[in-house]
C-alpha cells in the first residue's frame, strides 16, 4: 500500500549556494554566512556578501533562539499538504545572531491568540530522509 497523505513541498538540497545550509540541518544546525570583510550577516545563503559584494562568506552557527519579527495566521490553503494544517502560522523570524528567515511557528493551541510580535521563540525541526526543516516554537516564559 502506498503512502497517500499529501506531501510538504522541499527544498533543493543540492543547490550550489544552499547545500551547505541544508547538509547543516541534517545535524540540527542553523547555519548562516558572514561576510569576513565587512560583517554583514547574509541570509540567504549565497556566494556574494549583499552589503560589500565581496566573496568571502564565514559560515557561523545560530543558537537557534529569536524573536518573532512579523506574523501571518493562515485559515486557508489550496496546497493539499498545508490544507490540513489550517489554521497555521507563517512568520519572520529575527535570529539572535542576525539572519531574518519565513518559517512556520508551531506548538500552539490557538495560532491567532498564542502568537505575537516580540514573542521569543527557538527553532524546532521537522525530520526528513537527509535533512530537517527550521520550524519554529514559542519558548516558555520563565
Known amino acids: 500500500m502506498t503512502d497517500q497523505q499529501p506531501k510538504r513541498p522541499l527544498p ?3 543547490e550550489p549556494d544552499t547545500r551547505e545550509f541544508w ?3 541534517a545535524n540540527r544546525e542553523f547555519r548562516y554566512q558572514q561576510c569576513a570583510n565587512c560583517g554583514t550577516v547574509v541570509w540567504h545563503p549565497r556566494a556574494h556578501c549583499t552589503g560589500c559584494t565581496n566573496g568571502d ?3 557561523q552557527t545560530a543558537s537557534g533562539l529569536g524573536n518573532v519579527y512579523s506574523f501571518s495566521v493562515v485559515r486557508q490553503s489550496y496546497h493539499p499538504f498545508f490544507r ?3 489554521p497555521y502560522v507563517v512568520a519572520y523570524v529575527d535570529l539572535d545572531e ?3 528567515f519565513l518559517t512556520n511557528v508551531v506548538g500552539v493551541a490557538d495560532p491567532g ?3 505575537h510580535i516580540g514573542q521569543r521563540v527557538r527553532v524546532v525541526w521537522e525530520a526528513h ?3 530537517n526543516i527550521p520550524l519554529v516554537e514559542p519558548v516558555p516564559a520563565a
Open 113 to 115: 491568540e498564542d502568537v
Open 23 to 25: 547538509q547543516a540541518t
Open 98 to 100: 542576525g539572519p531574518r
Open 129 to 131: 530522509d537527509e535533512f
Open 12 to 14: 533543493d538540497i543540492n
Open 57 to 59: 562568506l564565514q559560515w
Open 84 to 86: 490540513n494544517l489550517v
